[in-house]
Structure formats: structure tokens, C-alpha cells
């Protein structure tokens, strides 16, 4: 039985996975692109944003990162699976060790004590904010980006259904 918050893990691992897939069919020069929304950044370094911080809260969780070499211009197929490995060891995390996690402090590389619950809150609305700005600059290409929302995860996983009459 998943957990409420493993569930939300699960949907941020789901929904990175969608914009991967989105953004997987673009030409260099999309990726690339400056965005002419509000948006900094580009769709590729937009992405690898998401993968390192992704990689940063698990580390500073205690969980083991994986040294990654991607290319120079990371590649889509080259991010995907590393956002996938973080994302299902984040949702392991959250899982398996959230009481565990709720009883200590952790100390920041820039001089703060924070306790694990606010840095999987991060990781929710960080993932949350560049996936919806990654959205924003493909529908600016003229791509329909994905639904990633949380009412398409449940009907996706089968938690959201029709009443059958």
C-alpha cells in the first residue's frame, strides 16, 4: 500500500518522466532556444536544472547519488535516466523512511539547519515550477505539452474514475 506522500512521489516522478518524453522529439536548436516567456533559461538547461537539483535533495537526504557524465549539451536520453533513478530513490525515501526522516536535522552546505520534511516540500514545487515553465516554452514552439496535472496521474494510476451508473 503506497503511502499519500509516496504518492506524491510518484506523481513527481511520472510528470518529470512526461516532460522528458515531450522534450525528447526536439531539434538542438529548440532545446536551446531562449524562451520568449518569463521563463530564464532554456528547455535544455531548464531540464538539467531539474536533474541536478533532483540529484542535490537526495544527496542532502542522505541518499547516495550515482556520478552522472553527460554530454556537453546533455542530451535528453542522457537526463531521462538519471532523473528516473533519483525520482524512485526519492520515492523510496519518502516511502519507506518518512517518520525516520520527520526526527532530525540537516545541516546545508550554506549554513542552515533544515529538517527533511521542508526539502521534500522543496522538491515537489521545485519540479513542480520548471515543469510548468519547460510546458510554457513548448507550447511557445508551437508543441502541445503534456497533461501532468494530478487529476491525469490518478486516471493514469486508476485513482480518479468515472461513477459507473
Given at each position: 500500500?503506497?503511502?499519500?506522500?509516496?504518492?506524491?512521489?510518484?506523481?513527481?516522478?511520472?510528470?518529470?518522466?512526461?516532460?522528458?518524453?515531450?522534450?525528447?522529439?526536439?531539434?538542438?536548436?529548440?532545446?536551446?532556444?531562449?524562451?520568449?516567456?518569463?521563463?530564464?533559461?532554456?528547455?535544455?538547461?531548464?531540464?538539467?536544472?531539474?536533474?541536478?537539483?533532483?540529484?542535490?535533495?537526495?544527496?542532502?537526504?542522505?541518499?547516495e547519488v550515482h556520478a552522472v557524465n553527460w554530454g556537453n549539451p546533455a542530451a535528453i536520453d542522457e537526463l531521462r535516466p538519471v532523473i528516473e533513478d533519483s525520482g524512485q530513490r526519492l520515492l523510496d525515501l519518502a516511502e519507506i523512511h518518512s517518520s525516520a526522516l520527520d526526527e532530525r536535522r540537516i545541516r546545508t552546505r550554506d549554513g542552515y539547519w533544515v529538517v527533511p520534511w521542508v526539502v521534500l516540500l522543496q522538491v515537489i514545487n521545485h519540479a513542480t515550477e520548471h515543469r510548468e515553465q519547460v510546458n510554457s516554452m513548448l507550447t511557445a514552439l508551437g508543441r502541445t505539452p503534456p497533461v501532468i496535472d494530478g487529476w491525469s496521474f490518478g486516471e493514469t494510476t486508476g485513482g480518479l474514475r468515472p461513477v459507473e451508473g
Open positions: 500500500m503506497t503511502s499519500v506522500l509516496g504518492k506524491l512521489f510518484d506523481h513527481n516522478l511520472w510528470a518529470n518522466t512526461q516532460i522528458m518524453d515531450a522534450c525528447a522529439g526536439l531539434r538542438a536548436e529548440q532545446l536551446d532556444q531562449t524562451p520568449m516567456t518569463a521563463t530564464l533559461g532554456s528547455i535544455r538547461e531548464t531540464l538539467v536544472h531539474l536533474v541536478e537539483a533532483e540529484q542535490g535533495y537526495l544527496r542532502l537526504l542522505g541518499g
